[in-house]
Each structure stands twice: as C-alpha cells, then as structure tokens.
C-alpha cells in the first residue's frame, strides 16, 4: 500500500498501520501532522480516519484484532473495548519518537454517547512490542465556554511567548469561523496537557496561514521548508501544551484528503 496523502514511503511500525488497515472500508480521510518542540522537528505522522460501521461485520472484534496486530498487549485493550459499541468513528495514528515509535487508536463518540461529560474523544496510543508503554488519552470539548474563558484556558496551558501567541491568535481565527471545536486534552500520571483547536472552517491554506504559524515553526530546524514544502495544503488543526515529558510542543494537522477505494495514495 502506498502512504496516504502524500505521505513519505512508510516502513516499520508505519507500513503495519496501513497494513492493518487494509481491510477497512473506504473512503478514509486521511491526514499529515507535524509535531514542534523547541527547535525539533518530528515530521512523519499520520491520522487514518473512518466511520466505525467501516470496519464490517464484527466492529468489536475486528478493531481488537487491528490492535492486536498492531502490537497493543491484549489487556491494555480494555477501555476501548468497553466503549467502542457507542464509538461513531474511529481514527488511527502514526507517530514516530525516539525509542520507538507510537501508534495510537482513537474511538470519537456523538454527544448523546459520551463515555463521560465532555468527551468527544478516547484515545489508547502505545509503543508496538514494548510491555506497559501505553498510555489513555481524553480530548473533552470547551466549545460550551465563553470566548474569554477559552482564551484563559489556552494562557492556564501553553507556556508564555511564542507557542501561546499562536494558540491565541488561532482562536481569534477560529472565532470568524463556524463548528469550532476546543478540546482540553489529559492524561492520567503524567504532565501531559494540552489544547486542541480545528481551524478546519476557516479554509485556509499554510501559505496563507504563515504569519500565525512562523513564529513557531521558523525557529525549528527545518520548520520553514516544511511549511514551503507543503504551502499548499489545507489547514487542519493546531495543538499545544506540555508533553508527557514535560517540555512545550506545537503540533500542525493539515493537508486532510478522501481516499477512496481503488485511488492510489
């Protein structure tokens, strides 16, 4: 299978994902990101998203098994297993780390289903073939606060300068636009919290988004050809916060595309 989107020609843990996938009902949607800290660059990733009902016959079990094959141990499998039957979509990803890398599935949930208030999304992400490296995600929704009380959620988070200036100023964006989502993102026993804003609505390309998103990518090595390499792509989605390490990151979502069955990647 060739990558989705343009993406580089996957290997390893990557070509498992699509490989896992390949059984899955098109069309996906399918979609870059890139991820910030300080001045590292970490290109790469990926989201592979679909309706639940496109797994087929078995939802349940033929998720488990994607995981499986994936490389989650069994028992770490059951929050999402609880859950999945109220689950509208799902979304896989891809990232690579230091260590090894990540993958991540995503169960997204409609606001009569929500595993909890708030939740839109729950999300397992663990290292393929490495025992107790997963961790449990939840994105829940901020859009019920008034645009002042996002905006001082976004300063409780992202670290002053920079990296906070571009959060602020993507909510102005976001605010001309309509279907804003706001997620607040947490994990359990470790740092990790962090924003999440789809600028989606706001139809903008990177080239035209470049004085918002330059002032924190342009100082990452190799962040500014990035942005050129893939001026023309759709802005998706920005992320920022405190990772599980504990240092600041940004993270880009763009370039969002159907592929439908048969379509080259």
């Known amino acids: 299978m060739s990558a989705p989107a343009g993406i580089e020609a996957p290997e390893g843990d990557a070509r498992a994902l699509l490989d896992a996938l390949s059984g899955v009902e098109r069309p996906w949607l399918v979609e870059r990101s890139v991820r910030v800290a300080g001045t590292t660059l970490r290109p790469g990733r990926f989201l592979v998203s679909f309706p639940r009902g496109a797994l087929g016959p078995g939802p349940s079990r033929v998720l488990r098994g994607i995981c499986m094959d994936l490389g989650l141990e069994e028992q770490a499998f059951a929050p999402l297993d609880a859950l999945q039957s109220a689950a509208v979509s ?29 939740a839109v999304f729950l999300a397992l992400k663990w290292k393929p073939g490495q025992q107790g490296h997963h961790v449990l995600t939840r994105y829940l929704a901020r859009d019920g606060l008034r645009p002042d009380a996002q905006a001082a959620l976004i300063r409780d988070i992202v670290e002053a300068g920079a990296l906070r200036d571009l959060m602020l100023g993507a909510l102005d964006l976001a605010g001309t636009a309509p279907g804003l989502r706001l997620l607040e993102v947490v994990e359990d ?16 390309t990177l080239e035209a988004a470049g004085d918002l ?44 595309r159907r592929l439908h069955a048969g379509e080259p990647a």
């Open 189 to 204: 026993a470790n740092p990790r919290r962090s924003v999440d804003l789809n600028l989606a609505d706001a139809r903008m």
């Open 90 to 118: 799902v979304h896989f990803g891809f990232e690579p780390e230091p260590g090894g890398a990540r993958v991540k599935c995503y169960l997204e949930f409609p606001a009569d289903a929500r595993p909890e208030r708030d």
């Open 213 to 256: 998103l330059l002032p924190v990518m342009g100082p990452a090595r190799g962040g500014r050809a990035y942005l050129d390499a893939h001026a023309g792509d759709r802005l998706g989605h920005v992320a920022a916060g405190t990772g599980r390490d504990g240092r600041p990151f940004f993270t880009l979502y763009h370039g969002a």
